[in-house]
Structures are given as C-alpha cells and as structure tokens.
C-alpha cells in the first residue's frame, strides 16, 4: 500500500521503465512507421507514385552505380547515427533520474 502512495504522490517515478518503452518505439517504430507512411502515400497519391518511378528509372539510367553506392552507404550511415543520437538522448533522460535518485538517497528521504 505505500508503493501506491508513492506513486500517487510522484515520490516513485516510472519515468525510467516508461523511457525504455518509448526508446524502443521510437528506434523500431519510427524507421517502420515511415516507410509504410511513404507507401501509403504512394498507393493513396497516384502521381505522386508515378513521379517516383519515373525518378527511379531515370536516376538508374543516368546516375552511375557507383554514385548509387555511395547514395545508399550515406543513407545507411545517416540512419545509423540517428538511432545512436535516439539511444544517447534517452540515455541521458535515464541517467538524470538515476541521478535524481542518488542525491534522494543521500539526503536521506
């Protein structure tokens, strides 16, 4: 019965276990989110589709593959390092609370 006092009264937070929740639903579900938004937009806007294909077949038949690589290797690079950028921000917010914590139990409260 005092856990739920404590919760009911912001003195245990459940920011730490909530933050893995949302950490992991944003690093899985924001890269899966936005490709099924793009092929809903593609499906949803006919033009918009054909403007992509289009744009395929050209870059494939003017654009080197080299160029392509590299193109594909940057975008790889690129996601990699936003979700690194997610998983320290998120580290950070946990170390805060753990922090928050310590000095709690140091006080002595």
């Known amino acids: 019965m005092e856990s739920l006092l404590d919760f009911l009264r912001f003195r ?10 949302f950490y992991y639903l944003g690093a899985l579900g924001m890269p899966v989110a936005s490709w099924l938004f793009l092929v809903w937009l593609r499906r949803r806007y006919k033009p918009l589709g054909l403007a992509n294909d289009t744009a395929r077949q050209t ?6 593959l080299h160029y392509r690589v590299v193109a594909t290797l940057l975008f790889l690079f690129s996601l990699l390092f936003m979700e690194l950028m997610w998983r320290m921000i998120f580290e950070y917010l946990i170390a805060f609370l753990q922090m ?6 140091i006080r002595g409260s």
């Open 12 to 21: 245990t937070f459940i920011s730490p276990h909530a933050l893995i929740v």
């Open 59 to 64: 870059s494939a038949v003017v654009i080197p």
């Open 100 to 105: 928050r914590d310590a000095l709690l139990l």
